[in-house]
């Protein structure tokens, strides 16, 4: 099992070694010092940045956090985890404390954008100006995308932008809500 922590801005080990999960996983971050500007950006004061350590103290896991709507919803951006280490339920203890973390300070709700960039879902390669809520009520999972992870975790589709990537390439939106209303509270108090 990983250790969480938060990503420590003078360890510089642990910031390359976050910044080489990101090149290894995703094409958003072609390169390392694309990488490291997203690593530093992820370290800003109002957000929330998470590492998995293994028992070598090495980065295996990254997760990062931000408020948006006064605070309400925070956005979880990124979520990766070392491709020789995922199965191994790292990926769902990042997103369980980087939902702690949001919850602990006044969010509501947690949500994320998963894109298809690859033919990954029935969403992508078709025109979802046509019938979009019928799509995305049928949608299948036809190469392991991650949306299906995120539903295990709890989120729901709340939406899709089509086109997010380029012509028949969506961006999948999915949110999950971190507390319930206080009974007896007014409408939009926390």
Known sequence: MA?????????RRHRRQAAELLVENFAAWPAMEIARAEVSTLLAKNRVCLVAVDENDRVVGLVGG??????NVWELHPLVVKK???GRGIG?????AIERAAKARGAITMMLGTDDESGATTLSGCDLYDGLWKRVSEIQNLKNHPYSFYENCGYSIIGVVPDAN???????????RL???KSGGQKGER
């Open 3 to 11: 250790a969480i922590i938060a990503l420590d801005p003078q360890n």
């Open 66 to 71: 931000l408020p948006d709507y006064d605070g």
């Open 84 to 86: 020789s280490e995922q």
């Open 92 to 96: 769902r203890q990042l997103v369980a």
């Open 166 to 176: 380029g012509y028949g390439r969506p961006d999948i939106l999915m949110a999950k």
């Open 179 to 181: 507390r319930e209303k």
